[in-house]
C-alpha cells in the first residue's frame, strides 16, 4: 500500500518447519493511483479503462537462537527471498496546444519486476496472537522491464520531444515506478529493460493461529 497505492493488498502466511526455520508465503493485488491533470498542461489522461497489478512473494527464515529471547516467530531473522511484481494500466492521452486538442493516443503501459536476494527482518508476537512483521533490509539482484507504447491517432515523428514528455509524466505520476527506472532512458519504442540492485523492505500485521 504505501510503496504502490492505497488500493493495493498483500496477505501472507507463515509456516514454522521446525522451532527456530519457517517459510511465508504473499500474494496480492496492486493498483497504482490515477493520474492527475492540471489546468494548461500540454499533456492529459483520461479514460483509464485497464488498472491492476499482482504480487507474489516467498521466502525461507533462519529466525537467531542465540540472539531472541523468545520462541519463533518472535524475534530477529535472516533468509533468502524471491518476488515478483507486475503492474499495468491503460489510457487515452490528449495533446493540447493552447486549448485545443491537437492528437490523441492510446496508452498501453506495463511494469515488470523479478528479483532475488537476502532479507534482514524483526517479528514481534504480541500476547501470544497479533504480530508486527518488519522487513528492515532486503538486498537483491532485480530485473526490471517497463514497456509504455503510444499509439497516436494522427502521426507523430518518432523524435518528437512530445514522445518523451509523455514518458516523463508517467514516471512524474507514479514516484514508486520513477524510483526504480532512476536515471534511465525509455527506447525509441518505449520499452526499459535492464538488471541491476533491489531493495526490500515493508511492514506486516498478522494474527497468530
Known amino acids: 500500500m504505501a510503496v504502490v497505492g492505497p488500493k493495493s ?15 511465508s508465503i504473499n500474494i496480492g493485488y496492486l493498483e497504482l493511483a490515477s493520474y492527475t491533470n492540471e489546468d494548461g498542461e500540454v499533456i492529459e489522461f ?3 479503462s485497464k488498472d491492476g497489478g499482482f504480487d507474489i512473494s516467498a ?12 520462541a519463533a516467530p518472535d524475534g530477529l531473522y535472516w533468509g533468502p527471498y524471491a ?16 486549448g485545443v486538442v491537437k492528437n490523441t493516443a492510446n496508452m498501453t503501459g506495463d511494469f515488470h519486476m523479478i528479483s532475488g536476494g537476502v532479507q534482514l527482518g524483526y517479528q514481534f508476537v504480541i500476547k501470544d496472537r497479533f504480530t508486527i512483521d ?26 518528437d520531444p512530445i514522445y518523451k514528455e509523455i514518458y516523463d509524466k508517467i514516471l512524474a505520476e507514479s514516484p514508486a515506478l ?9 527506447s525509441a519504442g518505449g520499452r526499459l529493460k535492464f538488471l541491476s540492485y533491489g531493495f526490500r523492505y ?3 500485521l498478522g494474527y497468530r493461529f
Open 46 to 48: 483520461f479514460d483509464e
Open 9 to 23: 493488498l498483500v496477505l501472507g502466511y507463515e509456516r514454522m518447519v521446525n522451532p527456530w526455520q519457517s517459510f
Open 178 to 186: 520513477a524510483n526504480f527506472v532512476k536515471n534511465k532512458e525509455f
Open 202 to 204: 515493508g511492514i506486516q
Open 83 to 98: 518476488a515478483y511484481y507486475g503492474l499495468w494500466k491503460d489510457a487515452s492521452v490528449k495533446i493540447i496546444d493552447n
Open 134 to 159: 518488519l522487513i528492515l533490509m532486503g538486498p537483491s539482484l532485480t530485473y526490471y522491464s517497463l514497456n509504455a507504447t503510444l499509439d497516436f491517432e494522427l502521426d507523430v515523428d518518432p523524435n
Open 59 to 70: 521466502d525461507y527464515r533462519f529466525y537467531f537462537k542465540k540472539r531472541n529471547k523468545f
